[in-house]
């Protein structure tokens, strides 16, 4: 079955951190390109980061959060972390986990290169 799974969302005051992780089964991680979608309270669904297996590890972050968040893989584990520094109010959004059908990792800011999401996990940030 295949199936992503969040966890590690909460609620922290600005300018704190959180790590989300999500864990992989059904398919073979190894050679997918995962990452991080968000969507905030009646706005749309936006690319946040995202992390290829190709040599080099190639990574991408959205403009609003590349410098505070990184993104991670750990494949003997079957899993992705995104490591968020820094949160700010704006940060507040449901995340959900996402495993794209591109080798690229700047492509999986395009949805129609998203093969499968996660159920998401809820980020709030307090002023």
């Known amino acids: 079955q295949l199936q992503l799974l969040e966890s590690g969302g909460g609620v922290v005051q600005a300018g704190g951190s959180l790590r989300l992780s999500c864990t992989v089964s059904g398919f ?8 991080w979608f ?3 309270p009646g706005k749309e669904r936006e690319f946040v980061a995202a992390t290829t ?5 190639g990574v991408y972050f ?4 590349r410098g505070r ?11 992705v972390y995104l490591q968020m520094n820094n949160l700010q109010p704006t ?3 449901v995340y959900f986990c996402v495993a ?6 700047h492509a999986m800011t395009d949805p129609s290169n998203i093969k499968l999401w996660g159920q998401g996990t809820q980020v709030t940030i307090s002023a």
């Not at 073979?28 to 990452?35: I, K």
């Not at 794209?100 to 990792?105: K, P």
């Open 28 to 35: 073979t991680f190894s050679q997918t390109t995962v990452g």
């Open 38 to 40: 968000r969507q905030a």
């Open 53 to 57: 297996w190709r040599s080099g590890r």
């Open 62 to 65: 959205a403009d609003d959060v």
């Open 69 to 79: 968040f990184t993104i991670s893989r750990d494949d003997a584990k079957n899993a």
């Open 91 to 93: 940060d507040t959004a």
């Open 100 to 105: 794209g059908t591109t080798r690229a990792a």
